[in-house]
């Protein structure tokens, strides 16, 4: 199963348009349930609301094993963005893969190092972008102080995304 991607030249740089679709594809499915789950609430939810509300606690649980509410709870959106986001693409190309012409159109974006490192790397910035926030510039950067730590950076972002993918 050889199959080539479809490329796509603009502007000087190239696009996978395969990958352009899925990541289209599984970001509107993500949309879509995030409207459908949070349309109609009520105070005995049921439905999607129900759903929805299970991903919050799950995100809520994760968050407050690994820091205190008052830190961590701004970051629940995020997390459960990036929950809902990963979980569909893993999904969309887990029943098939459709091939027209020798070339690959539907797969998961998971499939592709280039889509989870690019999540691990926006990941990154916000940690980064948020540090500096939340300490300022010299507390953030008195973390820097030992080497070690820049090559800790590097290489958990990369094995972040090789994980994923």
Known sequence: MNHEAPLQEFMGLTFNLSNVLMITVASLVVFILAVLGTRKLAMKPTGMQNFME???DFV?????SNMDWRTGGQFQLLGMTLL????VSNMLGLPFAISYDG???WKSPTA????????????LGLTHYYAIKMKGA???FKAYKNPMTLVEEFTNS???GLRLW
């Open 54 to 56: 299970w991903i919050m």
């Open 112 to 123: 592709d190092p280039v889509i989870t490192l690019t999540l691990a790397v926006m990941v």
């Open 138 to 140: 010299k507390g953030y």
């Open 158 to 160: 990369l094995t972040l």
């Open 103 to 105: 070339v690959l159109w």
């Open 60 to 64: 809520k649980g994760i968050i407050n």
């Open 84 to 87: 809902m986001y990963i979980f």
